[in-house]
């Protein structure tokens, strides 16, 4: 039994494959704050595990505390290297890559192999990426998430509420504040995605992360929505064999 980990910047999500399933076919899967990981052993613990691959971009604390409470099985950390499981790193420097962002690429090829993929994650930041139909990752945009947007325009312009995107999204031209603040954000990031679709040429947006679903109805581009892109990257790459 496979155990997946992907350590974001405000939550860690895990997923447990049997080894000889499928990429994204998962028997259990979870996620938790990073003050409650604790919590996310006992999910474990009836499962026969034998091996763990991690993604960690949360800092060292985060790694530490995981260290502490994985099994006792072999455990990769993953990390951005020039080339896995059919992608090649088209960064400078290939080890500067956000290990999510490069699994997330893993992941959109194994799930949609032979096609140019703008692969948008949109969780605390945005992060928007290219790869081509043959594998090659070009590199990126990183802006900031939906909830960053609003609330650091709710902070930052006077009068202004703060909106936490939740509920129905206003389309278009918004008849109030609040919606029109949460209109804006969303157009900014659709905007961005696709113009990243449009320099690409791809044919598919795969869009991934807990703001995806506010963000997927103001998209024109076509997209498929996948729920933790991260996850089916790492076990990608974990039964590639390379």
Excluded at 62 to 82: D, G, H, N, Y
Excluded at 158 to 187: E, M, Y
Aim: glycine residues 10%.
């Amino acid at each position: 039994m496979l155990l997946l980990i992907d350590a974001g910047n405000t939550r860690v999500k895990w997923a447990l494959a049997a080894d000889d399933a499928a990429v994204g076919e998962w028997i259990a899967s979870g996620a938790a704050a990073h003050d409650e990981l604790p919590s996310m052993q006992a999910s474990w613990a009836q499962h026969a595990l034998t091996r763990a691959i991690v993604s960690n971009v949360a800092g060292p604390g985060v790694r530490a505390s995981l260290e502490q409470i994985l099994p006792a099985v072999e455990c990769e950390w993953f990390a951005s290297v020039p080339r896995r499981a059919g992608v090649r790193n088209g960064y400078r420097d290939p080890a500067q890559l956000g290990s999510d962002r490069f699994a997330a690429a893993i992941g959109a090829r194994a799930l949609e192999p032979g096609k140019a993929l703008v692969v948008a994650t949109c969780g605390t930041a945005t992060t928007i990426d290219a790869l081509t139909a043959d594998g090659r990752f070009l590199g990126g945009m990183i802006l900031p998430g939906l909830g960053l947007m609003a609330s650091s325009l709710a902070r930052n312009t006077a009068q202004l509420p703060h909106i936490a995107p939740a509920g129905a999204v206003p389309a278009g031209f918004a008849d109030n504040t609040d919606d029109a603040i949460l209109s804006g954000c969303v157009s900014a990031q659709a905007g961005a995605i696709e113009r990243a679709c449009r320099l690409l040429g791809a044919s598919l947006c795969m869009l991934s992360g807990g703001a995806a679903r506010y963000i997927a109805p103001a998209l024109s581009a076509p997209c498929r929505m996948v729920d933790n892109i991260v996850l089916a990257g790492l076990h990608a790459a974990a039964i590639s064999g390379e």
